[in-house]
T-cell receptor
Framework: KAGVTQTPRYLIKTRGQQVTLSCSPI?????VSWYQQTPGQGLQFLFE???????NKGNFPGRFSGRQFSNSRSEMNVSTLELGDSALYLC????????????FGQGTRLTVV | AQKVTQAQTEISVVEKEDVTLDCVYE???????LFWYKQPPSGELVFLIR??????QNEISGRYSWNFQKSTSSFNFTITASQVVDSAVYFC??????????????FGTGTSLTVIP
């Protein structure tokens, strides 16, 4: 059974650009959550998608957005990148909304220069 | 408010020593779940254990054991006879009343464990 797949693994972007990260959950899982991990702020919840709908959102500016497709794959987008957006972005796969099981991918390491 | 505190930032032990990682949490919910994850250098968060708020039984899995005490709001993690492969960052996390907040996790700041051969 394949795990959670995040692509790409590494990205370097310039300030002001936008970026899209992808997450494919475990087969059969329908909920995808996103987290940002930085040395200063630790692991912070971005948002959660279930059945192609955003169900919950963390305290991040509107530059951070996401979506989920009918096959449960999810993408997150960050527009107008800032240096502070440099982080490891982790995706978590869960069977369903509120299942309390979460399996994480290896993350996408984003560097903004 | 929800909060998870891991007061130990870094711990170093010599191989075969026992080590305990502390976790203290805050929540107003009566139904909640506690977790421990391991993060090796590769970055992936590896699930170790989930415990719900109604089950205070301690759990042992091989060299790992967990002590959940609601009276002190603590969920501590002990590694017995540590090995070099245990070197990683360990995170404690809290998830509340899933029906309200889905799978949102509140993470501690992590404890970096180094096991010296």
């Amino acid at each position: 059974k394949a795990g959670v797949t995040q692509t790409p693994r590494y990205l370097i972007k310039t300030r002001g650009q936008q970026v899209t990260l992808s997450c494919s959950p475990i087969s059969g899982h329908r909920s995808v959550s996103w987290y940002q991990q930085t040395p200063g702020q630790g692991l912070q919840f971005l948002f959660e998608y279930f059945s192609e709908t955003q169900r919950n959102k963390g305290n991040f500016p509107g530059r951070f957005s996401g979506r989920q497709f009918s096959n449960s794959r999810s993408e997150m987008n960050v527009s107008t990148l800032e240096l502070g957006d440099s982080a490891l972005y982790l995706c978590a796969s869960s069977p369903a909304w509120g299942s309390t099981e979460a399996f994480f991918g290896q993350g996408t390491r984003l560097t903004v220069v | 408010a929800q909060k998870v505190t891991q007061a130990q930032t870094e711990i170093s032990v010599v191989e075969k020593e026992d080590v305990t990682l502390d976790c203290v949490y805050e929540t107003r919910d009566t139904t909640y779940y506690l977790f421990w994850y391991k993060q090796p250098p590769s970055g992936e968060l590896v699930f170790l254990i989930r415990r719900n708020s109604f089950d205070e039984q301690n759990e042992i899995s091989g060299r790992y054991s967990w002590n959940f005490q609601k009276s002190t709001s603590s969920f501590n993690f002990t590694i017995t006879a540590s090995q070099v492969v245990d070197s990683a960052v360990y995170f404690c996390a809290l998830s509340e009343a899933p029906g309200n907040t889905g799978n949102q996790f509140y993470f501690g700041t992590g404890t970096s464990l180094t096991v010296i051969p």
